[in-house]
């Protein structure tokens, strides 16, 4: 049986005295959309960090196509094939679209044809063809979040990390952009999300696991996670579980997606 894409072993990241992640375990197989869920300041992002090279780990392993990546450089990480987008955009403000692109498949390609050529595929990839001349600067969020995904998708990644990449989209735009990673994935590209939206993660992924203080407390096929009373009591408190009988009530938004969680709990 073949490695997975991706293996986290007992990962800890501290800072100071305060554990952010917390002997952290996961792994995503090639081929599969994987997502990682939790309250606000569960360690989500941190996790995401430490895997991607952005942060040395404590102790722990990270395993990227069955090497042991743990401690190496960022560039070294990407050239392997796992790279990840960022909550915060910051696009090269002054360059257009096509230019912004451009520098990820630099990474790739040295020729400057091959990597204008592959810049603009990928443009047309994320639907923005129209906008290739356009300086970033001008962009809505919806354009920087999907310049933000072109940059990475430039670097012809194996696996792709997504760090709340829907944050501030309109329904609409959610919409889009999840039939986007749904492409992406059926182009051969492995991907691991965070994400707040629950009607993506649960239109999206195969396998969820949700983190809290830094801390894997459940994993698995998603409609049998938001149903764990772990995982509510993690989102509403002490004894909500028991007073919900440990069941979930609310719809995704409008589509069949599955269970979310509770009304009234914190996104993801």
Do not use: C, N, Y
């Given at each position: 049986m073949s490695a997975p894409m991706l293996q986290v072993q007992g990962l800890t990241k501290i800072f100071g005295g305060l554990k952010a992640v917390d002997d952290a375990s996961l792994k995503v197989e090639e081929g599969r959309i994987v997502a990682l869920i939790g309250p606000n300041g569960a360690g989500k992002t941190t996790l995401f960090a430490c895997i991607a090279g952005f942060l040395p780990v404590n102790t722990g392993q990270v395993t990227l196509l069955g090497?042991?990546?743990?401690?190496?450089p960022v560039h070294r990480?990407?050239?392997?094939?796992?790279?990840?987008?960022?909550?915060?955009?910051?696009?090269?403000?002054?360059?257009?679209?096509h230019e912004n692109i451009a520098v990820g498949a630099y990474q790739r390609f040295t020729d400057r044809d091959e990597a204008w050529a592959h810049a603009q595929r990928v443009a047309e990839q994320v639907g923005m063809g129209a906008q290739l001349e356009q300086p970033a600067a001008d962009l809505t969020v919806a354009g920087r979040k999907r310049l933000e995904l072109a940059r990475t998708l430039a670097t012809n990644?194996?696996?792709?990390?997504?760090?709340?990449?829907?944050?501030?989209l309109n329904?609409?735009?959610?919409?889009?952009?999840?039939?986007?990673?749904?492409?992406?994935?059926?182009?051969?590209?492995?991907?691991?999300?965070i994400e707040h939206v629950m009607q993506a993660v649960m239109s999206l992924s195969e396998h969820l696991y949700v983190l809290s203080y830094g801390r894997i407390i459940a994993d698995g096929a998603p409609r049998d996670v938001v149903r764990d009373p772990a995982v509510i009591e993690a989102y509403l408190g002490r004894g909500a579980a028991e007073q919900m009988g440990g069941q979930t009530s609310g719809q995704t938004s409008g589509?069949?997606?599955?269970?979310?969680?509770?009304?009234?709990?914190?996104?993801?």
């Open positions: 090497q042991d990546i743990t401690g190496w990480i990407a050239r392997l094939g796992m790279v990840r987008t960022f909550q915060i955009t910051q696009p090269f403000a002054k360059l257009s679209v990644p194996k696996l792709l990390l997504l760090d709340e990449v829907m944050a501030g329904p609409s735009e959610i919409v889009e952009i999840v039939d986007i990673i749904r492409k992406i994935r059926d182009s051969g590209v492995t991907v691991l999300l589509q069949d997606d599955g269970q979310a969680l509770p009304q009234g709990a914190p996104h993801a």
